[in-house]
């Protein structure tokens, strides 16, 4: 098959598919055995979002999409980030279910939204026979009553589908002709089959189980960007390729953040002719998703240390260690988030937000926010 990789491709990725598997073992250790892994893998869920838009060449603010989650948007919710925020929940979904389950007949089905359709089509024909068998029972209460209306109701569909057909035949409807620029022929394309480019793609997933996880999952995101199964949910394949790495078990501390990384590769790279360029650009993309992680994780870590010393003589029913919990858990909080999820007054948060002493980001007097840089 095209997407196999010969000897001499392997020979050529050996190094870097070293430095990826050593990147992700020691970040999948690390995170395994921090205090504040339930908060990094919470935050990493922020920047894949933003860097999947990223890569897809839109610009969505981190402080916008933390605010969005919430429901606390300070403006209208553009396009651009109502698709991260669904990036978000979806890393949430993934992250939240079985190892297996992403990459499943049913974990795809609900990410893509293709074939639920069909799977539900027999259980509602059941439902709607057993219904009209209820109706139908000598002993059913308004029976009778029910089927006249029923009566009712297919006389009217017959006589508006006879009006209709007698109003078609007098005056043929207008079609509208094939343009080449059509930008709506794309919504329409009866060629693109998606539940058969996605068929195509799963077959990789045979392939990229006889390699290394990280050399897999490159050959799988490769697949994913060549066959390009889904026209609008584009961005889900660096969430599945996060999966597998999970479903193999490189990462299982967290959802691996593909995007986090692959945005700061050069789109020459990433999306070269050449496919052994390709590979190599996400190896890259691993190698410096892990590094940023190693980083991300440092910070979070001195910064815990930091909040721990200001409340470690408080009363014992102090709200501060909740509030460092949540901090950790954001790349960054507004008064009014801290406020509802301590349950406090507004003053009550800021007052929290001065104790614990971190940084104020914003610069502002109003609509501020706080978080770990």
Same mark, same amino acid.
């Given at each position: ?12 990725? +050996?190094?870097?598919?070293? #430095?990826?598997? %050593?990147? /992700? *073992? @020691?970040?999948?250790?690390? !995170? ?120 009712? +109701?297919?006389?009217?569909? #017959?006589?508006? %589908?006879? /009006? *209709? @057909?007698?109003?078609?035949? !007098? ?120 590094? +940023? ?8 870590? /001195? *910064? ?70």
């Amino acid at each position: 098959m095209k997407h196999e990789i010969d000897t001499t491709s392997v020979m050529t990725l +050996l190094p870097l598919f070293v #430095r990826a598997e %050593d990147a /992700l *073992a @020691r970040l999948d250790e690390r !995170a395994l055995r921090s205090s504040i892994a339930d908060g990094f893998s919470e935050r990493r869920h922020f920047f894949d979002a933003v860097g999947a838009l990223w890569v897809a060449g839109e610009l969505v603010h981190l402080e916008d999409l933390v605010l969005h989650d919430a429901h606390m948007d300070a403006r209208t919710p553009s396009h651009e980030l109502t698709i991260a925020h669904a990036v978000l929940r979806a890393r949430r979904r993934i992250w939240t279910s079985d190892p297996y389950w992403a990459l499943s007949e049913t974990g795809m089905t609900v990410l893509t939204g293709i074939g639920g359709e069909q799977q539900r089509a027999p259980e509602l024909k059941s439902a709607y026979r057993d219904d009209d068998n209820d109706d139908h029972e000598p002993d059913a209460p308004l029976a009778t009553e029910l089927a006249e209306i029923d009566a009712v +109701l297919e006389r009217s569909s #017959r006589l508006l %589908d006879d /009006l *209709a @057909r007698g109003v078609r035949e !007098a005056k043929p409807e207008p079609t509208r002709p094939e343009r080449a620029d059509d930008r709506l022929a794309l919504l329409n394309d009866e060629d693109w089959d998606e539940a058969a480019r996605l068929r195509e793609w799963r077959s990789v997933i045979a392939i990229a189980d006889a390699l290394p996880p990280t050399l897999g999952a490159a050959v799988l995101f490769d697949a994913w960007e060549q066959i390009e199964p889904l026209r609008r949910q584009n961005w889900l394949g660096g969430l599945l390729v996060s999966g597998y790495l999970r479903q193999r078990g490189k990462i299982t501390s967290h959802l691996f953040s593909f995007f986090a990384g692959l945005k700061t590769v050069r789109h020459e790279r990433r999306r070269s002719r050449q496919r052994l360029i390709r590979l190599q650009s996400f190896l890259e993309a691993m190698v410096e998703s892990a590094d +940023l992680g190693l980083k991300e994780m440092d910070r979070l870590s /001195l *910064a815990q240390q930091q909040m721990q010393m200001r409340f470690k003589d408080r009363r014992s029913n102090s709200s501060l260690p909740d509030l460092a919990q949540f901090v950790l858990s954001r790349p960054m909080v507004s008064s009014a988030m801290v406020a509802r999820e301590l349950k406090v007054s507004g003053r009550g948060a800021l007052n929290l937000l001065n104790d614990i002493g971190i940084r104020e980001i914003t610069g502002r007097g109003r609509y501020r926010a706080w978080g770990i840089i």
